[in-house]
């Protein structure tokens, strides 16, 4: 009976059904789930690594030894992946590697946008892109066996709208596979520049070897309807152009790269007019004109995720019906959690005029107003050499009245944040530096890292000493503070920045959505409220303005953390009675 699963659900389904048994990966959405519906299925053993290089690395040592490797990540994680990526298409493979990347078109979640299609060509890699959750678990079974048959890692391509969108899939059983001893052969794994010369060119022949595979790939699809219009496309972009265009010829194409240019030049003989539907870069756009294929223009956007609208659109067919926004709402952006322990610090840091450079986290949202206390957001794990940097270009002898501050999340301090502030102690840096230590990857859903204590599948784990971890890398002044306390946090981070040389602070307390029992809300007594607006400047969703501009409590949404009542000048902000605390929850 056919199951409804999620892209996500159906790649790891996939490779499980294929035999994998070592999967790794660090969490980054649209991708996460992948391993966290693996970790459920018996015979696969699923890390979180610190991050995607070393999941990466781990999956090759696998895969060397003999054991079909899943390693996952999103598509900025194969940018940090990109330095053993880049080799082992020379190296080749044991048993079959396969590299999933979910790109995120329209930056749903993510800081930029890119098109992963371009890594094949690139690091010399074959592409899967798979079009539904269907095809998403035939690819992955189908990945292994070519990377085995090629002696090549091979890439699966997810985006956004496949990885979490749901179809029917027939799912399988497992096969067993089993694995072959390492052999010695330094010739093949040893990438010195000798031996990588010899790979090189051997290299070539597995691409000829990867041409001819995509060539006869059952995955590349023709549908020959009207041959007024016929369509090259992928991934979930064919689902698009099939809604929006149904009477058009379509060649969906199942292996991206190296692609089947013979059998796009045989579609393109059968059609009059040849068009390309891709998401995000032309890439097909490119490929196709560079092998002399005549391609029509037309209107898609490069930039954004596209939608049937968009695809009908483009073609100057009519716009399909579409649910119509509703107008004149207030705007709702989005910020951080009610009794979220972030708040405290970035509150502390905006009274203190900082700069505040910052990194990817849920504590991010801390950049909006009304806490509007972060200035800058480039990647995993710049913060901290970004501060160094703010340091060396600020002008020689200048006294600054905004001191440097940086701030990273727990994992991303494990992920790529240890170099930042390597680099900071070993040159003499003489700068701030915040751990917001909130006990998990709070971001993506709450996954465990190095310093949780606990593993994917929720074994025990070594709980990491940061305040150890840190000291070790040349830090002296370390500072752990309760950031629900707003004036000690305040008190430590004024005390930081003014001692000389590198500083940090841990900021530790757990994210509001792990605690099973929240404190007793809070309300505001209106007739003490003096309407100064203190308590609404945390940008705490439970608090808004009511009559008379009167700060006002939702009951339902207080999380009881008291930061509020901390900041509030005149004792207005008091417990709700515990009856009526129940009946408002």
């Known amino acids: 009976m056919p199951t409804l699963l999620s892209g996500n659900e159906a790649i790891a389904r996939g490779a499980w059904e294929a035999g994998v048994t070592v999967c790794t990966g660090y969490p980054g959405t649209p991708s996460t789930e992948i391993l966290e519906s693996l970790v459920k299925m018996p015979g696969a053993r699923c890390e979180w ?20 490797s899943l390693v996952t990540m999103k598509h900025v994680g194969l ?31 993510s800081q930029n946008e890119q098109d992963s299609r371009r890594w094949g060509p ?16 035939e690819m992955a079974i189908a990945a292994f066996e070519l990377s085995e048959s090629l002696d090549m890692p091979v890439l699966l391509r997810s985006t956004t709208r496949l ?8 799912v399988g059983e497992r096969t067993e596979r089993r694995g072959w001893p390492y052999a010695k052969n330094p010739p093949k794994w040893v990438m010195m520049p000798g031996n990588a010369k010899r790979r090189r060119v051997d290299l070539d022949s597995r691409l000829r070897r990867a041409a001819a595979a995509s060539e006869g790939s059952p995955f590349t699809v023709e549908e020959i309807r009207d041959a007024a219009v016929g369509v090259v496309t992928s991934g979930v972009a064919y689902q698009y152009v099939r809604e929006a265009l149904p009477s058009a010829s379509t060649l969906k194409l199942g292996m991206t790269f190296p692609l089947p240019i013979e059998r796009i030049r045989q579609f393109a003989t059968k059609v009059h007019d040849l068009y390309v539907v891709e998401e995000l870069d032309p890439y097909l756009l490119e490929s196709l004109r560079a092998a002399g294929i005549s391609v029509t223009d037309v209107a898609v956007p490069h930039i954004g995720e596209l939608s049937p609208t968009i695809v009908a659109q483009a073609f100057g067919e009519p716009a399909l019906e579409t649910r119509q926004p509703i107008l004149d709402l207030p705007d709702r952006p989005p910020m951080l959690c009610a009794g979220c322990p972030h708040r405290g610090v970035f509150r502390a840091l905006r009274e203190m005029n900082a700069t505040v450079v910052g990194d990817i986290g849920c504590y991010t949202l801390a950049a909006l107003p009304p806490l509007a206390a972060m200035d800058t957001c480039l990647c995993m794990g710049a913060s901290i050499g970004m501060a160094r940097g703010f340091q060396l270009g600020s002008p020689v002898g200048a006294v600054s009245a905004s001191p440097v501050v940086a701030v990273i999340g727990d994992s991303t301090f494990a992920h790529s944040g240890m170099t930042g502030l390597l680099e900071m102690t070993y040159n003499g840096g003489d700068a701030t530096v915040v751990i917001l230590d909130n006990r998990v990857t709070a971001m993506t859903g709450h996954q465990d890292n190095p310093f949780t204590g606990r593993t994917l599948s929720g074994e025990p784990a070594p709980q990491i000493d940061i305040e150890g971890l840190v000291r070790a890398l040349g830090v002296k002044d370390v500072t752990t503070v309760d950031p629900n306390l707003l004036r000690p946090t305040e008190k430590a981070l004024r005390d930081a920045v003014q001692a000389p040389g590198v500083s940090v602070v841990i ?14 809300p809070f309300a505001v007594d209106a007739e003490k409220c003096d309407s100064c607006g203190e308590c609404v400047r945390l940008g705490c969703p439970a608090i808004s303005r009511g009559e008379h501009s009167r700060a006002t409590i939702d009951a339902a949404a207080c999380a009881g953390c008291r930061q509020c009542v901390q900041v509030c000048r005149v004792g207005a902000i008091k417990k709700v009675l515990a009856a009526d605390a129940e009946c408002a929850r």
């Not at 690091?123 to 899967?128: C, D, E, Q, R, T």
């Not at 900021?507 to 007793?520: D, H, K, N, T």
């Open 163 to 170: 990885s979490h969108s749901k179809s029917l899939v027939e």
């Open 79 to 109: 940018n940090v992946a990109a330095d053993p990526f880049m080799t082992l298409a020379y190296t080749g493979v044991g048993a079959g590697l396969v590299i999933v990347v979910a790109d995120d078109p329209g930056m749903h979640s």
């Open 49 to 68: 690594s610190p991050n995607e290089k070393v999941a990466l690395e781990v999956a090759a040592g696998a895969s060397m030894a003999g054991a079909r």
């Open 122 to 137: 690139f690091g010399k890699v074959p592409i899967l892109e798979p079009s539904d959750s269907a095809e998403a678990r």
């Open 507 to 520: 900021a530790r307390a757990p994210c509001i959505m792990l605690s099973r029992e929240r404190g007793v």
